[in-house]
């Protein structure tokens, strides 16, 4: 992350997203991984927070469809997902109809385009 | 000075609401003062008396000197922690502090908001905070808090105790049906299980009915010391204790969604109050949307957990059930102006004195109340509250 080593933690992560690179952070002083993006680790208050780039598979912890008249758009699906490195992200699975999604489902991430920014979603790995 | 040398050193003496339902026409502040009025001179006690002071609000940073200007008071002690709707519970432990060692006498705890009525309602002030307060990690997902963090939630709670929404659906009825004995209530049509179920759908599993109301509504109250509070004009409901968890700020950080800093606060405060949840009358619990007494109840140990669902089956709740929760209908359907914990506490106090007339619960001696707040149960802050028989 040498090109986008300037300003926070928080700055640095939207930085690689829009670059197409989807990054959460591992503490070499406590060995755990990081989400959200942080300056001191959460688990060990060390400063060793290093960027890596997840395998982007995980696991709906919990799920909810919010209901949305159709003319706003309709019904989404907003989920809360444990990545494989033991961090956890809300987020939302697409590729099938919110109400199908459930927890437990293995899912993997990809990321998109949304009103401009660059946004980490997920489908269900059987959609792959 | 330990928690539990605290126990009982302090009273709430006086209580008041106002504005409550619909305010029209009536700003945050002056429901706010005609709350904090009628509380003081419950007590018994003139404005001039207060001299400690605990509030805080949604909007305004410096909430207290707003406050302090209206009401004309000048505070040897402020207390202006915000952690949500469970401020008003916690707050609880600063005024004891405060009163134990002697900087003030007579603590103001009070609340008010006109967000149902005023022209920058709900809707406004919710996008005004997400610009000041961001959430730069679940907003762009565009979660409809706060219904949709505590559904999340629920369906955890579903997914691994089977929780039906038929439980979180007699939680909804239970409050209706205590809010049909309160005169006070807001929302006091009849409402059974198949309403609720059938209800239009906010964010799954909850329909509207498993939401808190929004309402307008002020509330104060009015705590002094153990020694004074007995020649004051009221029965004293006395504070055996409080304590607060504070473990996350957004549902993403919640480390186990079936588990809320609940756990924390009502084993310390069970600990200092050296009692057991098997001595309670009844729980006033906020209950900003459904799941939330579901998992209040096993959190604080009235019931193990997981089995939040089945404890309130058959109007186990309701009046006339085992347990009373939520006397005066609850955030559900009494009454919820955006922070609901001060309103939990009042109905404590008023069912401990008895006069809570058609609602009243008879023999009501102690009182578990446990506040919410934040997005996803960030904060819980727990008080038992007990009539002098219990000291
Ligand atoms: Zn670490």
Redesign the interface.
């Known amino acids: 992350m040498q090109e986008n080593d300037r300003g926070g933690a928080e700055f640095q992560y939207h930085n690689a997203l829009r670059e197409g690179r989807f990054v959460i952070q591992h503490c070499d002083g406590c060995g755990l991984h990081v989400f959200f993006p942080r300056v001191v680790c959460p688990h060990c208050a060390g400063t060793s927070l290093r960027w890596v780039e997840p395998s982007g598979t995980g696991v709906v912890y919990s799920t909810t469809t919010v209901r949305q008249r159709a003319e706003k758009g309709g019904d989404y699906d907003v989920s809360l997902i444990d990545l494989d490195e033991g961090v956890r992200m809300m987020s939302r699975v697409e590729g099938l109809p919110p109400g199908e999604v459930r927890i437990g489902m293995r899912v993997r991430a990809r990321i998109i385009e949304e009103e401009g920014t660059a946004l980490v979603v997920f489908v269900a790995e059987e959609q792959q | 000075m330990s928690l539990e040398e605290l126990r009982g050193k302090a009273a709430i003496v006086g209580v008041g609401t106002a504005g409550c339902g619909e305010a029209h026409g009536m700003t945050d502040l002056e429901i706010l003062s005609q709350a904090a009025r009628a509380a003081v001179e419950d007590a018994g006690l003139e404005m001039r008396d207060v001299d400690g002071l605990c509030t805080a609000n949604m909007g305004a940073a410096l909430w207290p000197l707003n406050v302090v200007e209206q009401l004309g008071i000048r505070p040897r002690f402020v207390e202006g922690t915000n952690i949500g709707g469970s401020a008003f519970v916690a707050h609880q432990l600063q005024a004891m502090l405060a009163l134990a060692a002697g900087i003030c006498d007579v603590v103001l705890v009070c609340y008010g908001s006109t967000q149902r009525t005023s022209p920058f309602g709900r809707k406004e002030r919710t996008e005004a905070r997400n610009v000041l307060d961001p959430s730069?990690?679940?907003s762009?997902?565009?979660?409809?808090n706060p219904p949709?963090s505590y559904?999340?939630?629920a369906?955890?709670h579903m997914?691994e105790y089977g929780t039906t929404r038929r439980h979180l659906a007699e939680v909804a009825v239970a409050a209706r049906q205590w809010a049909q004995l309160n005169p006070e209530a807001f929302a006091r049509e009849p409402l059974d299980i198949e309403t609720v179920l059938n209800a239009?759908?906010?964010?799954?599993?909850f329909t509207k009915h498993d939401c808190c109301l929004v309402t307008d509504g002020a509330a104060a109250y009015v705590m002094t010391r153990a020694d004074r509070a007995k020649d004051l004009r009221r029965k004293p409901a006395y504070v055996l204790s409080n304590a607060t968890g504070v473990w996350h700020r957004?549902?993403?950080g919640m480390q186990d969604?079936t588990v809320s800093p609940t756990r924390e606060s009502a084993e310390r405060a069970f600990a200092a109050a050296r009692l057991t949840p098997a001595d309670v009358d009844m729980a006033q619990i906020y209950d900003a949307f459904s799941i939330n007494t579901i998992m209040a109840l096993e959190d604080m140990g009235i019931c193990p957990k997981g089995e939040g669902g089945p404890f309130v089956e058959d109007g186990a709740i309701a009046p006339g059930g085992r347990f009373p929760v939520n006397t005066n209908g609850g955030g559900l359907s009494c009454v919820h102006p955006n922070m609901y914990g001060a309103f939990a506490t009042i109905e404590a106090v008023r069912q401990l004195r008895g006069e809570c007339g058609e609602r009243q619960v008879q023999g009501t001696n102690t009182v578990v109340v446990n506040g919410n707040g934040g997005n996803s149960m960030a904060s819980q802050s727990t008080s038992l509250l007990a009539t002098a028989d219990v000291l």
């Open positions: 730069p990690y679940e762009p997902y565009r979660p409809f949709s559904a999340l939630i369906a955890r997914y239009r759908m906010i964010s799954d599993p957004t549902v993403s969604l």
